[in-house]
């Protein structure tokens, strides 16, 4: 079993509940198949890059659940056929990604508990990026 997410757009001339009731069908299609479902968001109507299927907007609806491989295969099947569906993307999760999700949450919840600031190691990286290259930029002399 492996983590997922998945990504799809629903034609924007449905309605909300229209939408909704589709992304409990796909949710179904996942339980169903013995996966979990570890979050499901409904991102709306937006804007789409470029018109797909003649259309300019569309309903964003995103999954992240734990599967196997089979269970996404039918999910992307039942997508590509069902006809409200304009676009959907699949991708595993990596699993050095999840585990540095997880370390950063715990890092977080470390510092929020001991009333520390919610700055974690990212932004100090940001910073240090910051700074050289604006040494950089002026000529000065940076080392790690």
Do not use: C
Not at 79 to 91: D, G, N, Q, T
């Amino acid at each position: 079993m492996h983590e997922y997410e998945t990504i799809f757009i629903l034609q924007p001339n449905l309605t909300e509940e229209d939408a909704d009731a589709l992304a409990k069908t796909f949710e179904g299609v996942v339980t169903d198949q013995k996966a979990t479902i570890a979050k499901s968001e409904r991102w709306g109507k937006k804007r789409l890059a470029y018109r797909v299927k003649n259309f300019w907007e569309g309903h964003y609806i995103f999954f992240e659940y734990v599967a196997a491989p089979a269970v996404v295969t039918e999910l992307e099947r039942r997508l590509r056929i069902h006809e409200h569906v304009l676009k959907w993307l699949s991708v595993r999760k990596d699993p050095r990604a999840v585990a540095e999700e997880e370390r950063k949450a715990a890092r977080l919840a470390k510092a929020q508990a001991a009333g520390m600031p919610g700055r974690d190691m990212d932004d100090r990286d940001r910073d240090r990026d910051r700074d050289r290259d604006r040494d950089r930029d002026r000529g000065g002399d940076y080392e790690r």
